[in-house]
């Protein structure tokens, strides 16, 4: 069976051992060396969340502890992650990928598909889009990435996946069946580590098993899911690939309200703040994202504009943490403002980054991050104080410009958080 007219060219493009790897082309004289990013490296209990090539060959595997990864390799060097850095090479990844399409899906900071059906004309074929992206990278970048090209989201992650690093997989309608349905079932997408064991059950360990199973056994067992990966075995998938524009995730999230009447005591800026940044920490849930930065601005009476960021040790989720880091900073502003009566408030949150990395750092984020808020309580105080509607009027906005360059706007000095 030859490529079918109607079939999409779809690329997966994945950037090899992401964060080592930004590491390497930021500072030469890691390249060629074993190193990994982990956790505070002066704690035994830090993390390995990323290793270089050199490392894998140590067999250090991300998870392990920092002593675990020194006991197989000594001379291991360790370096603490950089988001920002990595946030930075992710944005000019993701330009490079929209010049070829405006079909982007992310996967993650540093994964995601293409859709190029309508690029041929312009660009060449799938391959030849993947090397020329490959190459591009490579030069530009100083990254390598792994690309899969196919007809299929679900075959094209395969292909990224297969050869790496720095590589181009092609899977046709022509050879799917030859290379994909020798692969182990676990290596699709959709199949979790539950999924593979009722796969297993029923004698399914290829994606070739599955590919050939009865599709009734699979609905019986694993309901309608059960025949999405029987189509997905056999090529067949009527997935969109997501536009850019449509999913990119928020650089940054802020809330702001002016008040009615003037803010003059330490615990309406608590009241206030709380609110507000309740209403961050929810929109940053909403989006499954997790922050790295936290500003704060106010106005005063006179509309004398201040305010202050802080970049955190590891990303955040929870109003409570948006709250104390908030605080910390406006009181100190405020004092140097000499307390003057307060108009407005802004809480926001910047260098977010995806559930996908977030879970990662959790492994070496010691602190616990699911503290409950006392948000009802200081709504309460609050409305009793300004109004019942006070909280709606907070104006929610969601940036897609970098919280630096809101930061620009009032006179912001940055914190240092140790
Ligand atoms: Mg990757």
Redesign the pocket.
């Known amino acids: 069976m030859s490529q079918s007219s109607s079939d999409k060219t779809i690329l997966h493009v994945?950037?090899?051992?992401?964060y080592a790897s930004c590491e390497c082309a930021k500072d030469p004289a890691l390249r060629g060396k074993p190193m990994a990013v982990c956790g505070d490296p002066t704690r035994r209990k830090g993390i390995i969340l990323a290793k270089s090539y050199e490392a894998k060959r140590y067999d250090i595997k991300t998870g392990d502890t920092v002593y675990q990864a020194l006991s197989k390799c000594p001379n291991l060097i360790l370096v603490q992650p950089d988001f920002a850095l990595y946030g930075r090479y992710s944005r000019a990844l993701f330009d490079l990928y929209t010049q070829y399409t405006d079909r982007v899906e992310c996967f993650g900071m540093?994964?995601c598909w293409l859709d190029v059906t309508g690029s041929s004309r312009l660009f060449g074929s799938g391959e030849e889009i993947a090397n020329q992206i490959r190459s591009r990278v490579k030069q530009g970048l100083g990254l390598t990435v792994s690309v899969g090209v196919s007809f299929t989201k679900v075959l094209a992650k395969l292909g990224s996946d297969y050869k790496k690093p720095d590589a181009t997989t092609v899977f046709s309608r022509d050879n799917f069946r030859d290379i994909v349905w020798g692969l182990p079932v676990s290596d699709m997408i959709m199949v979790g580590r539950r999924t593979a064991q009722t796969l297993r059950a029923l004698g399914v360990l290829t994606i070739g098993d599955l590919a050939r199973m009865p599709q009734e056994v699979l609905r019986r067992k694993l309901g309608v899911n059960g025949i999405k990966l029987w189509n997905a075995a056999n090529g067949i998938e009527d997935e969109e690939v997501l536009r850019y524009v449509d999913h990119v995730i928020p650089e940054s999230i802020s809330n702001g309200t002016t008040t009615p009447i003037d803010i003059t005591k330490e615990e309406e800026i608590l009241s206030l703040i709380t609110v507000l940044a309740d209403n961050v920490a929810t929109r940053l849930r909403g989006y499954g994202l997790r922050a790295l930065n936290v500003y704060v601005s106010a106005k005063t009476r006179e509309f004398l504009p201040f305010g202050g960021s802080m970049r955190l040790d590891s990303p955040i989720g929870s109003a409570t943490e948006i709250i104390s880091s908030c605080m910390e900073m406006i009181l100190a502003l405020w004092q140097e403002h000499h307390r003057a009566p307060l108009r407005s408030i802004t809480v926001g949150v910047g260098h977010l980054m995806g559930a996908n990395e977030s879970v990662q750092l959790n492994l070496f984020d010691e602190t616990d991050h699911q503290k409950t808020t006392n948000a009802d309580l200081s709504v309460d105080n609050i409305r009793a104080r300004f109004g019942k509607d006070i909280i709606q009027r907070g104006a929610a906005c969601v940036n897609t410009f970098t919280s630096e360059e809101i930061i620009d706007e009032a006179d912001f000095r940055p914190f240092k958080k140790n």
């Not at 994945?14 to 992401?18: P, R």
């Open positions: 994945d950037a090899n051992n992401f540093d994964e």
